[in-house]
């Protein structure tokens, strides 16, 4: 078994789309990045990279590389899935946490889940993704920034 955690932020501003977990979200502001700035497929990459101790989704796509301008970051996911794949390795099932003050993301999760179980090649039922709001307070909760924190397990199954 290995363990992997995940976290990613990133800016919020108006004119920009709002993706998470692959699912483009209608909000006023959306995510400042080099790709299309998914916080929470950034962080499930961080974290099946870091279970398995190959350093970190800025090592393996740099955020200087023009080829990943905009680039839809189920790519970068899909990567770390390969290299799980290399290695032997399942995914057990993932948790995560999204941190975005509004809109509320409950409509969309659904989608999200379905989404990154698509991914992972896992069933939905091994993928948790829970919304919170900041709070009014700290960088979520004044409406700069969006978060997501991952946990995830990985299996070697037996020969
Ligand atoms: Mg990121």
């Given at each position: 078994m290995r363990i992997g955690i995940g976290n990613d932020i990133h800016r919020l501003i108006e004119n920009r789309p709002l993706t998470l977990g692959g699912v483009e979200i209608p909000s006023e502001k959306g995510a400042v990045g080099h790709s299309d700035a998914d916080a929470l497929l950034h962080a499930i990459t961080d974290a099946i990279l870091g279970a398995l101790a190959l350093g970190d989704i800025g090592s393996h796509?740099?955020?200087?590389?023009?080829?990943?301008?905009?680039?839809?970051?189920s790519v970068f996911l899909s990567d770390a899935v390969r290299l799980m794949k290399e290695k032997d390795f399942r995914v057990v099932n993932l948790d995560s946490m999204v941190s975005l003050e509004?809109?509320?993301?409950r409509p969309y999760i659904y989608k999200m889940r379905e989404n990154i179980a698509a991914i992972l090649e896992?069933?939905?039922?091994?993928v948790s993704v829970k919304a919170k709001t900041g709070e009014k307070v700290d960088a979520v909760g004044e409406e700069k920034a969006v978060k997501a924190e991952v946990i995830v397990l990985l299996e070697q199954p037996p020969c």
């Open positions: 796509f740099s955020d200087k590389d023009e080829r990943w301008r905009n680039a839809d970051s509004k809109p509320k993301l896992i069933e939905i039922d091994c």
